[in-house]
C-alpha cells in the first residue's frame, strides 16, 4: 500500500501538467499538484480552499462553467479557458477533465496546460495572414486598373490612328 501511494504522489507532484480535482456538485477544489500551484501562483492549502469560480476571470465564468459542465457530462474532452492567476494576471488554458469518484463523491479531475505562448503565435500568424490578405487585395486591385489602363490606351491609339 504504501508503495501505491509513493507512486501515485510521484506521478501526481512530478508531471508539468497542473492537476485539479474539484467536487462536482460544490466546484471546490479538494486536491492540486505542484504544476498547478506553481501555474495560478498559490501553495497547495490556498488552491485547496477554492473552487472553480475563483481562478477564472469574473468576466467569463458564464463561458468556464458551461465549458466546465460540458466536459463533466462528457459531451466534450477538452477546452480552452482563462485563467486568473493569484496576482491578477490572466493565462490561456487547455483542459482535458474527466470524471472520477473519491471517497463517494463524484469529482472532475482536470489537466491543465498553459498555452499562452501558443495563443500569442497563433494572433501573430492570423494578423500577419491578414496583412497579406490586404496585401493582395491592393496588388489585385493595382493589376486589374493597369490592365484596364492598358485597355483604354489601346482605345485611345486606335481612336488616334484612325483620325490620322
Known sequence: M?????RYKT??????????VADLQVKQFLYCNVAICKM?????KELISLGVMDIHPKKDLDYVL?????????????????CLRKDGTVFSASVTESKIV???????????TDITERKRAEDIIKRKYEEIEKMNEF???RESRIIELKKEN??????ISLKK
Open 40 to 44: 495560478l501562483g498559490y501553495t497547495e
Open 102 to 112: 473519491i471517497d463517494e463523491k463524484e469529482c472532475v479531475l482536470g489537466f491543465f
Open 66 to 82: 458551461a465549458e466546465f459542465d460540458a466536459l463533466a457530462r462528457g459531451e466534450k474532452k477538452f477546452t480552452e479557458v482563462p
Open 11 to 20: 506521478l501526481f507532484s512530478g508531471t508539468t501538467e497542473g492537476i485539479l
Open 139 to 141: 496588388l489585385l486591385d
Open 2 to 6: 504504501q508503495d501505491s501511494e509513493k
Open 154 to 159: 489601346e482605345e485611345l491609339k486606335n481612336i
